[in-house]
């Protein structure tokens, strides 16, 4: 009997969340027996897809410019035409060399509507296969707010006409897509929840931090990690400290933390053991991605959120409000990051750790191989 082959389509443009999710679904296929291959059309990130997933890297990868309002090169050069056309004209060429049972395209069209002078002609190509392979969206649990008029009307076009079914990426008892998409009642019956993708729950670590903090990329958590360490002297008893910068922080900043590095608390660019040293940790400092609050959920440990809010992001301010009303985390406005703030959140969490507990499931990247072997069975 062959395997089922899938085409995962994956466009990561700010950070990693996107790929490092959807490698987390793609291994679970590909344990599962599907054989799957990866397109990807960010820059490249090391570690991502992961062993066992065939990977294919369109050109000229893209990362976003001005906040996510452009597309340009590993150089720097803006994406013109000529270059979106080769892309599109590649991304048609795999899906002929590959002949997919199953495509799956990550975010779009709820979101990546920068890539659709790729992805309309994957979508026009997909219908005129035969036999026509099955299309699902990927998506997480909580989407990005449209302010622009006629977006979510678009999109309901798009996955009535184009998608076999959208696999949110979340829990019911934690978020509903509803909450953020507005008009989800008219695709209901194509909606399929996965559960929250996440690895499996890690092993404490033997070096023990009462906190660790942590800005993911680090491009843009400078806020929050000295707020963060200034808070520390505010609290009577901050215990010892591990504070994760990330690859990306510049590097005068990273020396202004490293400078305050003592006994107490330690300072890094990065931990390959993050998910360890959340489990032995008794809180988290944090923005509010994705990942790293299922990280957070998997660990076990207290958490502060400080989510991500520039340029008009919605998503992560979504996720760290639901979380406190739950008793979860505690949270901070980025606007309003003070160390006074982040002292007293730090307090208030700890004091809530343990306080609170739902029933979540966290198995999504295993469930999504259920469910798409489910839905092959039913259309064949």
């Known amino acids: 009997m062959t395997s089922p ?17 959807a490698s987390l679904v793609a291994s679970a296929l590909a344990e599962d027996g599907f054989d799957v291959t990866m397109v ?24 976003s410019r001005e906040g996510f309002s452009g597309l340009q090169d590993a150089n720097g050069t803006p994406l013109d035409a000529e270059g979106e056309h080769r892309r599109a004209e590649q991304l048609l060429a795999i899906l002929s060399d590959t002949q997919p049972d199953i495509v799956i395209t990550e975010a779009f069209p ?61 829990d019911r008892n934690l978020t509903q897509i509803k909450d953020t998409f ?42 929050l990690l000295n707020a963060a360490v200034a808070a520390r002297s505010l609290l009577p008893d901050p215990g010892r400290w591990c504070v994760i910068a990330g690859p990306n922080l510049d ?50 440990c207290g958490a502060l959120l400080v989510p991500f809010a520039a340029g008009g992001e919605t998503e992560q301010s979504v996720r760290a409000a639901k979380l406190q009303e739950l008793g979860l985390a505690q949270m901070v406005d980025e606007a309003s990051i003070t160390p006074q703030a982040v002292a007293a959140g730090i307090e208030a969490a700890l004091a809530q750790r343990g306080s609170a507990e739902l ?22």
Not at 264 to 287: C, G, H, K, T, Y
Request: aromatic letters at 6%; proline letters at 6%.
């Open 5 to 21: 082959r899938v085409l995962f389509y994956v466009q990561h443009l700010l950070g990693i969340g996107h790929i490092a999710r």
């Open 182 to 223: 507005p008009l989800a009642d008219q695709i209901d019956e194509k909606i399929l929840y996965t559960g929250l993708v996440a690895p499996p729950a890690p092993i404490a670590s033997p070096e023990i931090y009462r906190v660790v903090v942590s800005a993911g990329g680090g491009a843009v958590g400078h806020k």
């Open 40 to 63: 990807t059309g960010g820059l490249p990130v090391p570690g991502f897809p992961g062993p066992g997933i065939r990977h294919v890297a369109l050109v000229p990868e893209v990362t």
């Open 251 to 300: 590097q005068e900043s990273f020396e202004g933390l490293s400078a305050q590095s003592g006994d107490d608390m330690d300072v890094f660019r990065f931990r390959s053991d993050f998910r360890q040293l959340l489990a032995s940790a008794e809180l988290s400092i944090s923005q509010a991605g994705y990942n790293t609050v299922c990280d957070i959920l998997r660990a076990g």
């Open 359 to 380: 029933d979540l499931q966290m198995d999504g990247a295993r469930e999504t191989a259920r469910l798409l072997r489910k839905e092959l069975r039913h259309a064949g």
């Open 110 to 170: 709820f979101g990546r509507r920068q890539m659709r002078f790729e992805l309309l002609p994957l979508l026009n190509a997909l219908k005129k296969m035969q036999p026509k392979p099955l299309l699902f969206a990927s998506i997480r649990d909580i989407l990005q707010t449209n302010k622009k008029p006629g977006r979510d009307e678009e999109t309901v076009a798009l996955v009535k006409e184009h998608f076999h079914r959208v696999l949110v990426h979340g």
